[in-house]
């Protein structure tokens, strides 16, 4: 089973409708649905039934996978659209503001958190304060290593369309990490402050 390529688990499953193969498929990827659908919506068991209704989706479709592209590819693809409908149901974005974020970061003790971890503290909280389709378009390419081409066939719209969301996502990406760092110096210096005028 182990060596069976997903693609070959799905043309199994759908030719024998045996659960083994639908089974090493979840296997293989329940943990990575998992954490696309926290990313989403930062709560881990709104994220447990998203991934449930995910595979069952999955389940239902899976006759209509072609092979144009890798099953993941497609996993994902479903999984991005299904997060993304449920949060447009909701009318509510999963954004997280930065002073929360900042709050986040201060449990850590300044001589524990390491710069990378800080990095990636700051880069998360850039991530939280742009709209979910753009967030994914980024995640797409740059976590999950989707072309151009899958990223347009996705959300049916044109490659120059996903370059031009690719480059204005990057740049609001980009001003508000440093917002973040500006913020995170200026709490410093403030901490500092305060200190001085104890002792």
Same mark, same amino acid.
């Given at each position: 089973?182990?060596? %069976? ?5 799905v043309r199994l499953y ?5 659960n083994a193969y639908f089974? +090493? ?5 329940? $943990? ?6 926290? &990313? =989403? *919506?930062?709560?881990? !068991?709104?994220?447990? $039934?998203?991934? %449930?209704?995910?595979? #069952?989706?999955?389940?239902? /479709? #899976? ?5 144009? @592209?890798? =099953? ?16 447009? @149901? ?6 997280? +503001? ?6 986040? !970061?201060? +449990?850590?003790? !300044?001589d524990e958190l390491e ?29 999950? $290593?989707?072309?151009? /081409? ?6 049916? #719209?044109? +490659? &120059?369309? *996903? ?24 709490? *410093? ?7 001085? @005028?104890?002792?």
């Amino acid at each position: 089973m182990k060596n %069976h390529s997903d693609e070959e688990l799905v043309r199994l499953y759908v030719e024998t409708q045996r659960n083994a193969y639908f089974e +090493e498929l979840y296997e293989r990827y329940s $943990d990575k649905v998992f954490r696309k659908c926290l &990313s =989403f *919506v930062k709560d881990r !068991a709104k994220a447990e $039934d998203f991934t %449930h209704d995910i595979f #069952i989706k999955l389940i239902v /479709k #899976i006759g209509s996978f072609k092979e144009t @592209s890798r =099953f993941s590819t497609w996993l994902f693809s479903i999984t991005y659209n299904f997060c993304m409908d449920q949060l447009r @149901s909701n009318k509510k974005a999963p954004e997280t +503001e930065l002073d929360e974020d900042m709050d986040l !970061a201060n +449990e850590y003790e !300044a001589d524990e958190l390491e710069e990378v971890e800080m990095e990636a503290v700051r880069l998360r909280q850039a991530l939280d304060k742009v709209a979910p389709d753009e967030r994914s378009i980024v995640l797409m390419k740059y976590q999950d $290593d989707f072309s151009i /081409k899958e990223i347009a066939d996705v959300f049916n #719209i044109t +490659e &120059s369309a *996903v370059k031009m969301r690719l480059k204005r996502t990057r740049e609001k990406l980009k001003k508000y990490y440093f917002e973040s760092v500006v913020i995170w110096i200026l709490a *410093v210096a403030k901490i500092m402050l305060i200190l001085k @005028s104890y002792f």
